[in-house]
């Protein structure tokens, strides 16, 4: 069975600092996605990026980039320039390619923005 | 609709109950997923929805749960005789297709079993 996992509780960064969140997981799958979610207080989970395995490229999406690293199953998120907005709950999120969209969550990592 | 809308917001139920929950998935999409989030925790799926058709609901926790989903659109998650351990935030998600890899999800159902 596949597993997602956080070891990161909670992380805290300075506004306009540097700040990464971990991820691990495990599959025997060759073909999946990657993703890391938001969820602020309102509860809505956000996505934030995704990742195609099959792609050496890391993602990138404006302040947020993944060091994926396949081979050590290891998919880090990695927020740039700190923004009080990004204050919120992380999630980190596998699925395997096919037909299905079912999305296996890590604990999560709550991220605390300081002014 | 614009997003994924999920009724109600929160519902306070007591011990016994039973209790629907609804969601209306983003018009057009054929996915639908519900998932449940445990104080502290990460979401747990329950059980997904191909049109009306659910190829998937592995993930419901005993037979107290079932849902259905009509016309292609609206789904309910029916909870019944509720337990305390019900206690969580409830979350549907809609994707246009089962193969497409972004699901937009709703704001959830808080549910309080007391």
């Known amino acids: 069975a596949q597993t997602v996992t956080q070891s990161q509780p909670e992380m805290s960064v300075q506004e306009a600092e540097t700040v990464t969140l971990s991820c691990t997981y495990d599959?025997?799958?060759?073909?999946?996605?990657l993703f890391w979610y938001k969820q602020p207080p309102s509860r809505q989970m956000i996505l934030v990026i995704r990742?195609?395995?099959?792609?050496?490229q890391n993602a990138t999406e404006n302040r947020f980039s993944v060091n994926f690293q396949k081979a050590a199953k290891s998919f880090s998120l990695k927020i740039s320039d700190s923004q009080l907005g990004d204050a919120a709950m992380y999630f980190c999120?596998?699925?395997?390619?096919?037909?299905?969209?079912?999305?296996?969550f890590g604990t999560g990592t709550l991220l605390a923005v300081q002014p | 609709g614009a997003g994924v809308s999920q009724s109600p917001s929160n519902k306070v139920t007591e011990k016994g109950k039973d209790v629907e929950l609804r969601c209306d998935p983003i018009?057009?999409?054929?996915?639908l997923y519900w998932y449940r989030q445990r104080l502290g925790q990460g979401l747990e799926f329950l059980i997904y929805?191909?049109?009306?058709?659910?190829?998937?609901k592995s993930g419901l926790p005993s037979d107290r749960f079932s849902a259905e989903r009509t016309g292609e659109s609206v789904s309910t998650l029916t909870i019944q005789r509720t337990q305390q351990e019900d206690s969580a935030v409830y979350l549907c998600?809609?994707?246009?297709?089962?193969?497409?890899?972004?699901?937009?999800f709703g704001q959830g159902t808080r549910l309080t079993v007391v």
């Open positions: 990742q195609e395995a099959y792609k050496q």
């Open positions: 018009s057009g999409h054929t996915a």
């Open positions: 999120a596998y699925r395997r390619g096919g037909a299905t969209n079912k999305l296996i």
């Open positions: 998600a809609s994707s246009r297709t089962v193969m497409n890899t972004e699901a937009f």
């Open positions: 599959t025997s799958e060759s073909d999946y996605y």
């Open positions: 929805f191909q049109g009306n058709s659910a190829p998937d």
